[in-house]
Protein backbone atom coordinates (compact mmCIF):
# COMPACT_ATOMS: atom_id res chain seq x y z
CA UNK A 1 0.00 0.00 0.00
CA UNK A 2 0.94 3.24 -0.99
CA UNK A 3 1.63 4.97 2.71
CA UNK A 4 4.03 7.19 3.58
CA UNK A 5 4.74 8.75 7.55
CA UNK A 6 3.78 12.55 7.95
CA UNK A 7 6.34 14.31 9.84
CA UNK A 8 3.64 16.81 11.71
CA UNK A 9 2.14 13.47 13.64
CA UNK A 10 4.22 10.56 14.44
CA UNK A 11 3.13 7.13 14.09
CA UNK A 12 0.14 8.08 11.66
CA UNK A 13 0.41 7.01 7.92
CA UNK A 14 -1.57 9.05 5.00
CA UNK A 15 -2.53 7.35 1.80
CA UNK A 16 -2.92 8.24 -1.82
CA UNK A 17 -5.12 6.97 -4.34
CA UNK A 18 -3.83 3.65 -6.24
CA UNK A 19 -4.70 2.25 -9.26
CA UNK A 20 -5.41 -1.60 -9.47
CA UNK A 21 -6.19 -3.53 -12.50
CA UNK A 22 -8.99 -5.99 -12.16
CA UNK A 23 -8.16 -9.76 -12.06
CA UNK A 24 -11.52 -10.61 -13.56
CA UNK A 25 -12.40 -8.33 -15.97
CA UNK A 26 -9.23 -6.76 -16.28
CA UNK A 27 -10.42 -3.08 -16.13
CA UNK A 28 -8.41 -0.54 -13.94
CA UNK A 29 -10.09 0.89 -10.80
CA UNK A 30 -9.16 3.28 -8.07
CA UNK A 31 -8.25 2.03 -4.53
CA UNK A 32 -9.13 4.95 -2.41
CA UNK A 33 -7.14 6.22 0.30
CA UNK A 34 -9.80 5.81 2.60
CA UNK A 35 -10.05 2.12 1.50
CA UNK A 36 -6.74 2.18 1.89
CA UNK A 37 -6.63 3.50 5.78
CA UNK A 38 -9.61 0.73 6.12
CA UNK A 39 -7.61 -2.38 5.12
CA UNK A 40 -4.70 -0.59 7.15
CA UNK A 41 -7.41 -0.45 10.27
CA UNK A 42 -8.56 -3.80 9.66
CA UNK A 43 -4.44 -5.58 9.54
CA UNK A 44 -5.68 -6.95 5.59
CA UNK A 45 -2.26 -7.23 3.89
CA UNK A 46 -3.12 -7.86 0.34
CA UNK A 47 -4.72 -5.55 -1.76
CA UNK A 48 -8.01 -6.01 -3.83
CA UNK A 49 -7.98 -8.20 -6.76
CA UNK A 50 -11.37 -7.15 -8.25
CA UNK A 51 -13.55 -4.25 -9.05
CA UNK A 52 -16.93 -3.35 -6.97
CA UNK A 53 -18.60 -4.81 -10.61
CA UNK A 54 -17.30 -7.57 -10.08
CA UNK A 55 -17.51 -7.95 -6.40
CA UNK A 56 -20.92 -7.62 -6.85
CA UNK A 57 -20.88 -10.37 -9.37
CA UNK A 58 -19.85 -13.02 -6.98
CA UNK A 59 -22.04 -12.09 -4.66
CA UNK A 60 -20.22 -9.71 -2.57
CA UNK A 61 -22.94 -7.42 -1.48
CA UNK A 62 -26.46 -8.97 -2.77
CA UNK A 63 -29.01 -6.62 -1.71
CA UNK A 64 -32.43 -8.53 -2.85
CA UNK A 65 -34.23 -10.36 -0.21
CA UNK A 66 -36.28 -13.82 -1.01
CA UNK A 67 -39.97 -12.90 -0.67
CA UNK A 68 -42.19 -15.86 0.88
CA UNK A 69 -46.03 -16.02 0.33
CA UNK A 70 -48.15 -16.56 3.38
CA UNK A 71 -51.27 -15.59 5.01
CA UNK A 72 -51.37 -13.51 7.76
CA UNK A 73 -52.32 -15.00 11.06
CA UNK A 74 -54.33 -12.27 12.49
CA UNK A 75 -56.49 -11.14 8.94
CA UNK A 76 -56.19 -14.01 6.82
CA UNK A 77 -55.41 -11.56 4.27
CA UNK A 78 -52.12 -13.27 1.71
CA UNK A 79 -48.78 -11.41 2.31
CA UNK A 80 -45.15 -11.31 1.34
CA UNK A 81 -42.42 -11.38 4.64
CA UNK A 82 -38.65 -11.35 4.12
CA UNK A 83 -37.85 -14.49 5.75
CA UNK A 84 -39.28 -18.28 6.32
CA UNK A 85 -41.79 -18.41 8.49
CA UNK A 86 -41.04 -21.12 11.33
CA UNK A 87 -43.96 -23.21 11.77
CA UNK A 88 -45.97 -22.78 15.26
CA UNK A 89 -45.35 -19.06 14.87
CA UNK A 90 -47.60 -16.18 13.66
CA UNK A 91 -46.73 -14.59 10.50
CA UNK A 92 -48.04 -10.80 10.41
CA UNK A 93 -49.22 -8.72 7.35
CA UNK A 94 -47.67 -4.92 7.94
CA UNK A 95 -50.85 -3.91 9.18
CA UNK A 96 -51.61 -6.74 11.86
CA UNK A 97 -47.87 -6.09 12.69
CA UNK A 98 -48.43 -2.40 13.45
CA UNK A 99 -51.38 -3.10 15.44
CA UNK A 100 -50.02 -5.86 17.53
CA UNK A 101 -46.82 -3.64 17.76
CA UNK A 102 -48.88 -0.67 18.76
CA UNK A 103 -50.53 -2.90 21.38
CA UNK A 104 -48.15 -4.42 23.45
CA UNK A 105 -46.56 -0.91 23.22
CA UNK A 106 -49.98 -0.43 25.85
CA UNK A 107 -49.37 -3.07 27.62
CA UNK A 108 -52.74 -5.03 25.89
CA UNK A 109 -52.54 -8.44 24.50
CA UNK A 110 -51.91 -8.91 20.61
CA UNK A 111 -54.39 -9.78 18.98
CA UNK A 112 -52.95 -12.54 16.72
CA UNK A 113 -51.48 -14.33 20.35
CA UNK A 114 -54.98 -14.08 22.22
CA UNK A 115 -57.62 -15.30 19.42
CA UNK A 116 -55.85 -19.26 18.19
CA UNK A 117 -54.71 -18.57 14.42
CA UNK A 118 -56.29 -21.47 12.66
CA UNK A 119 -57.57 -24.05 15.00
CA UNK A 120 -55.33 -26.75 14.59
CA UNK A 121 -52.95 -28.24 17.36
CA UNK A 122 -49.64 -26.49 17.35
CA UNK A 123 -50.80 -23.84 15.45
CA UNK A 124 -50.61 -21.15 18.39
CA UNK A 125 -47.13 -20.22 20.14
CA UNK A 126 -46.40 -22.23 23.45
CA UNK A 127 -46.75 -19.09 25.37
CA UNK A 128 -50.27 -18.63 24.46
CA UNK A 129 -51.16 -21.64 24.65
CA UNK A 130 -49.83 -22.03 27.92
CA UNK A 131 -52.13 -18.89 28.99
CA UNK A 132 -55.24 -20.97 27.13
CA UNK A 133 -54.85 -23.57 29.61
Not at 65 to 91: D, H, I, K, L, M
Amino acid sequence: MACKGREDEPGQMEFQDKVLKCTDCGKEFVFTAGEQLFFHDKQFHNNPKRCKGCKLKRGGGSTVRAETRTNCSGCGQETTVPFRPTQGRPVLCRSCFEQNRRASINNQVPAAVAAPMTGQPGSMPAQAQQEAK
